[in-house]
């Protein structure tokens, strides 16, 4: 598992009241995660934005990380012109290097490159996850926007992942079922092949929305991969797959 983090750079200060708020919050969450990572020996990965600010930043320190975030000679600083930190960069490249196949993104701005960058992963057999209170949004509520449709993950879930083990699940299994206030089972939403399939596996995390999250081992082709049309609705109900 690797930390990346996208753009956070001085360049991309935002003109609104509360941006020492947002951006202290941010960078804690980022200095929090980073610090974890490294006591694992995990890569991080700075990715640094070459060219013009669309926030209008007009000081000469643009290109310097945001105030207060912290940094460390092995990090690996991976420059990029567009919004995915994926296209026509070597961050591909250097995650296969490093032989990983799951990444924590963390960063700004949310809405646009974080998720770009977010979805661009997945596409390239990288699972991807957004670490919780460390990305910075453009709109006031963002940030919660992001969580509504990525698989978010907390300081407490990442440090299971490097440590090898599996999240903690937040629901009760009965008899294979997926029990929720509405009495709707995973068994109902999926055809029994997917789920059998998925149940042998016993790999699997939860989000605060209860949906199920595939992690890499499932990816690799030891359970459902959204091969089918109801595996792709509730793919759309707020899993990651």
Known sequence: ??????????????????W??????????????????????????LVRFEGRSHCGYEKDDGDEWLPGLVTEPTDIVVPKKNMSCFKETDLLEVLR?????????????????VISTYFASSERGIVPYIGKGATIAYNPNGNEAIEVVCGVADADVVERLLAGKQPEPSMEFERGRWVRD????????????????????????????????????????????????SCRSLSRRGSAW
Do not use: H
Not at 4 to 15: G, I, S, Y
Not at 202 to 211: H, K, L, M, P
């Open 182 to 229: 509405s009495g709707t089972g995973l068994s109902d939403l999926v055809p029994a092949s997917c789920f059998r399939s998925w149940r042998r596996t016993r790999r699997y995390s939860w989000r605060r929305n209860r949906i199920p999250i595939y992690l890499p081992a499932v990816l690799r082709g030891k359970g459902c991969t959204s091969c089918c049309d």
């Open 20 to 45: 020492e708020q947002r951006m202290g919050a941010a960078v804690e969450g980022m200095n929090r995660f980073s610090k974890l990572f490294r006591e694992y020996g995990a890569p991080v990965v």
């Open 97 to 113: 290097e490093k032989e990983v196949d799951c990444a924590l993104y963390v960063g700004m701005l949310a809405e646009f490159c």
């Open 1 to 18: 598992m690797a930390l990346v983090m996208v753009d956070p750079q001085r360049k991309f200060t935002l003109k609104v009241p509360d």
